[in-house]
């Protein structure tokens, strides 16, 4: 069908012109003469009006049997509106109910909490909030390509698939062709240890935690890459902001290091702001009244600010002398809980703060060894409304330091001979982070849970649709 959608013809189509369009019916009002449609077909946020005359010749067939939720199609003129708010509206001189939607459409005008929603995931695109999510979450994935591309990184795809555990141990999700039930046996006995040699990769697989090691290989050959892809952690925790299955941005800079890798952070945050705030006005205005208040302001700031930086020796002292009573007692050597990074970034600091080299024994074996060898150069980047955004760290270009530290972490070294042969041959500093893409597209919009932000949410207890 050629159709104009309603953002081309709310933007810039000619007033006089024979147009067709096509949506699904938000409401329909009727008098003796006409009735009135609010079309809305995904394109904007805003709907388009038609105006139907009781005269034409599918109006008892089609308009009047075009209730909430039904698939029209549309033929008429595009006429300057005489109501206020907006340019134009459509006189209808065809109407066709394409798809009708029964009274139980469970949409009908009133407002629904999105815990509701989360029940009809299938449908929840159609309303005004959830429409907007995803054309920002589109935004804003577009703007991530652009940046690094226009500063002529590769995008590279890591595997999903994975047999190197390489740091998250019991946040694996397993893959496996085996009968649950009955297994190989390694002595062929019920009971014995599984025999993942005779699986379907020939080891234990899992889905991967993340794709930075091997994008660790590849910027040790390309120089900067990024990969931007799936991501899957078997975390039993049931917050507002963790996902079993996100999307990760992971950018790995040869000759880079912690603070080379603070400044692209940086960068690259303000970047996908300033681009979010201009492709999409409507949806961020409307974030902005209906979602929280004052959000178009607060990021606009935050695209101009300049990220503070703090040790996390020195966070430690900030929170031990904040007089706050924090659930999670402080001292030095603890991780940091989400209600610590909120007290920094927005009552300490007031904007977006990276926390810097932390004790080695909360963090991962692959971050540089700091000189002192009590920390490590790690950042996390914190921001107000959610606390970590951005993850990352100089990675450990030492060979021997590197052994070292697998051992130290209970790891085994034969597992990592190829993290290793990286460091044998040819070794540099490099340096890389990860953004979790639903935190950012919580940041952008102001949802508070990530549930609402990604398609469908995939949680313990629950991977449905
Ligand atoms: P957190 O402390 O919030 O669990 P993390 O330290 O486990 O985060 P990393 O392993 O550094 O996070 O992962 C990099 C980024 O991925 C994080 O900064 C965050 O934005 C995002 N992230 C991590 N875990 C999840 C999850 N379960 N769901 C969604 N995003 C996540
Ligand atoms: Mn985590």
Redesign the pocket.
Known sequence: MERSTVRELLADSEIGSTITLAGWVRTRRDSKEFSFLEINDGSCLSNIQVVADAGIESYSEHVLKASTGSAVKVIGELIESPGKGQRVEVKATDVELIGAAPSDYPMQKKRHSNEFLRTIAHLRPRTNTYGAVFRVRHAAAMAIHRFFDERNFVYLHSPIITTSDC??AGEMFRVSTFDPLNPPRVDGKSGGAIDYAEDFFGAEASLT??GQLEAEIFALALGNVYTFGP?F?A?N?NTP????E?W?IEPEMAFYDLNDNMKLGEEFIKYIIKYVLEKCPEDMAFFDRWIEKGIIDSLQSVAEANFEHMTYTDAIAVLEKSGKDFEFPVHWGM?IQ?EHERFLTEEHVGRPVYVTNYPKDIKAFYMRVDEGEKTVSAM??LVPRL??????SQREEREDVLRRRIKECGLEEEIYWWYLDLRRFGTAAHAG????????VMYLTGMSN?RDVVPFPRTPGNAMF
């Open positions: 740091e998250g935690v993340s991501t952690r975390e925790s902001r963790h996902l079993a996100f990760m991780d989400t996390d980047l606390g970590e955004i951005i993850g990352g982070f990860g953004l979790g893409f639903e935190r950012m990530i």
